[in-house]
Each structure stands twice: as structure tokens, then as C-alpha cells.
């Protein structure tokens, strides 16, 4: 993904970003609100050191501008009543403390109401627990604590939804079992979809995460899962569905020439903004390959959230990640029709409703 020292680049129609720096821990915070023309923005909180960034400071900037124009387009498209916010805590997962958490529950909950958080990369359901202390606006937390627990269960639902969506509306049905996957992260939502390709869908599976632990636990419970070291490894496999379920930006323009040569013909995960520029995506339709929006298929875990602010009913969210399916369908048909990337039909249909 590319980041720039400009604060204004990534900027657009936002309504608020904060920045902060605690005074006692020194914890680095951006909170970008970019709508709330549906209601209060909802979106998660991530935390990285981003140091393989030359400046981290301008990627975690970068990443919360646009990560919560997407939660924008994400709520919209969920039929959810909220519009789309972001925060990003600039640290290391591995070595949070609590009193960081506990100060920045203090900063979301001095914008009033006006951006509700949840986890994302970086922050587990207990740490949503202890954010939760010093603030009312945060979600994703254990059930224990009036939450609804892990949102990767509902986020890869979705993304199942959309994978099958798409495949029929390539093929005329939705069958996996001749199909070869890459799923690039193997964790919370990656792991999942796996369980689902593997038990559902039948589909030959090859995986890429680089934590050992995963990859045994995914090992253990699916033996006939191949897992790779590199991206190379994976296309020389000819998986004929990429998806990343892992950082952002993963798609470049550089990847593509490659994916037409392994016979990719399509892109559909759970990570958030997976192209690098927004050209990627004119790029990937020119070379034939569908690409499934990721704000349209990764809305699982949102509304799984979003349903602990009315109620906590699991299976009322579950039936409205279902819906994912019905309108990936719709999606991509648009798009053919128009003559337009799936991206762009996306966002229109997303904007229709927010305008509305």
C-alpha cells in the first residue's frame, strides 16, 4: 500500500480525524470518523507498529483514512444504521499494556457516541473487554461482558457467502469441489474459511500464514491442506481463487501479470482493502479476473458487532451475513451490465442507500 507524508491525501469528504499521543504511555492514536450520515461511524480499532514503514506515523494516518471510508461503504452496503470510522494504534500487538488500553477506552469515549470501536488486527476480545472499562462505545467484546465474542466467526461466514456468490456467477453454480484456493492468512477469518472450503465447499486448499501455531492448528484438523512459503509457491499450484485474508494491500498492480499466468480468475477474501492503489481494480477486470469488493464480503464481523448495541442476537446476525450472497450476486451482475469494475458497482450501490 502506498503512504505519503501529505495528511490530506487520503482525505475524503472525512468529518473528523483525531490524533493523539498519551501522555503517560505514550501510545499513538489516529481516529478517523469519515460518515455518520447513517448513525454513529462503527468500526474497528487496529494495532501495529507499522515499522516496515519508512514513516510510521504517515501509514497508520493513511491506513485509518481509508480504512473507515471503506467502513462506510461496508455499513452502508450490511444494511446496517451506522456510518464508518476507524482507529489505529500505533504499537506492538505482542507487548500492549493495560493501562494503554485503559486510556485509549478514555478517547473514544470523549467523542460522545460519535465513533463506536471494536477489534480488528492487533486486538483480541479481551482487550475489547478492557477498553471497554473506561468506555460504553466498544464492542466485540466476550459474552461475559455483554458482547457477542470473536467477530472473525461471522466476518468468514461472508466471505464464504461472497466466494460461492461469485463462482456462480462466473460458472452457473456454486460448486467449490473442482476449485483450487490460496487462502493468503490462516488465522481468525482465514482459518475459518478454510473449515468451510475443507467441510462445505470440498475444494483443494493452499494456505500461507507465518506463524507456526497456526499453521500446525490448521494442519492438525485438516491434513490435506498444503501449505506454502512464499506467494510464488502458491500461483506455481494454479489456484483458480485467490484469497487474502491478512493485511491490506496485498494486490498490486506488479501481482497481476502473474495471477492471469496461473490462471486465476478470482480475487475474494477477508482482509481490508485489499488492492494497493485504486487502479488495481481497472487492472484486474482488464486481465479477467472478478474481484469480490472486500467491503461487500467482510461485513460479517460488523454486523456480528453492530448486533450487541440491540440486542446480542446471534442468529438475527448470522441471517443478515447470509444476505452477503444475494448481494454479491447483484453486485457483479450490475457491474457486467454497466460496463463497470464490481468496485465501482459496490460503492454506487453503497452510496445509493447512504444518499437515500
Avoid at 468451510?196 to 484438523?221: C, F, H, N, W
Wanted: charged residues 20%.
Amino acid at each position: 500500500m502506498e503512504t505519503t507524508s501529505d495528511p490530506w491525501a487520503q482525505f475524503s469528504n472525512h468529518e473528523e480525524v483525531v490524533i493523539s499521543q498519551d501522555p503517560r504511555t505514550g501510545l499513538r492514536v489516529v481516529i478517523a470518523i469519515h460518515s455518520t450520515k447513517l448513525g454513529p461511524a462503527l468500526g474497528g480499532t487496529r494495532m501495529a507498529l507499522y515499522s516496515e514503514h519508512a514513516n510510521p506515523q504517515s501509514a497508520a494516518y493513511t491506513d485509518a483514512l481509508r480504512l473507515s471510508r471503506a467502513m462506510t461503504l461496508k455499513n452502508a452496503l450490511a444494511g446496517l444504521n451506522h456510518g464508518g470510522g476507524k482507529a489505529v494504534l500505533i504499537a506492538d500487538p505482542a507487548n500492549k499494556s493495560r493501562e494503554e488500553l485503559l486510556n485509549y477506552g478514555l478517547l473514544v469515549e470523549s467523542l460522545g457516541g460519535k465513533y463506536v470501536t471494536a477489534g480488528d488486527v492487533g486486538m483480541q476480545v479481551a482487550d475489547m473487554d478492557v477498553v471497554g472499562e473506561t468506555s460504553q462505545y466498544v464492542t466485540g467484546r466476550s459474552p461475559e461482558n455483554g458482547g457477542v465474542g470473536d467477530s472473525g466467526i461471522l466476518t468468514a461466514l461472508g466471505v464464504w457467502q461472497g466466494m460461492q456468490a461469485a463462482v456462480e456467477f462466473m460458472t452457473g453454480s456454486n460448486d467449490l469441489s473442482q476449485s483450487t484456493v490460496g487462502v493468503i492468512g490462516a488465522g481468525k477469518v482465514g482459518g475459518r474459511l478454510i473449515s468451510y472450503l475443507m467441510e462445505s465447499g470440498g475444494a483443494k486448499v493452499i494456505a500461507m500464514d507465518p506463524l507456526a501455531s497456526i499453521r500446525a492448528d490448521i494442519s492438525t484438523q485438516y491434513p490435506d491442506v498444503e501449505f506454502v512459503d512464499s506467494f510464488e509457491e502458491m500461483l506455481a499450484a494454479r489456484p483458480s481463487i485467490i484469497s487474502p485474508n491478512a493485511m491490506g494491500g496485498f494486490v498490486t498492480a506488479d501481482l497481476i501479470p502473474g495471477l492471469t499466468a496461473a490462471g486465476v480468475s478470482l480475487v475474494c477474501g477477508g482482509a481490508n482493502n485489499q488492492l494497493a492503489e485504486n487502479r488495481v481494480g481497472d487492472l484486474l477486470a482488464a486481465a479477467g479476473i472478478v474481484y469480490a469488493p472486500d467491503f461487500m464480503v467482510n461485513c460479517g464481523g460488523v454486523i456480528q458487532v453492530a448486533e450487541e448495541l440491540v440486542g446480542a442476537d446471534v442468529d438475527r446476525a448470522r441471517q443478515q451475513v447470509m444476505k452477503v450472497y444475494q448481494t454479491t450476486l447483484e453486485v457483479l451482475e450490475s457491474a457486467k451490465i454497466a460496463s463497470i469494475t464490481p468496485v465501482a458497482a459496490a460503492e454506487a450501490k453503497a452510496w445509493e442507500r447512504i444518499n437515500a
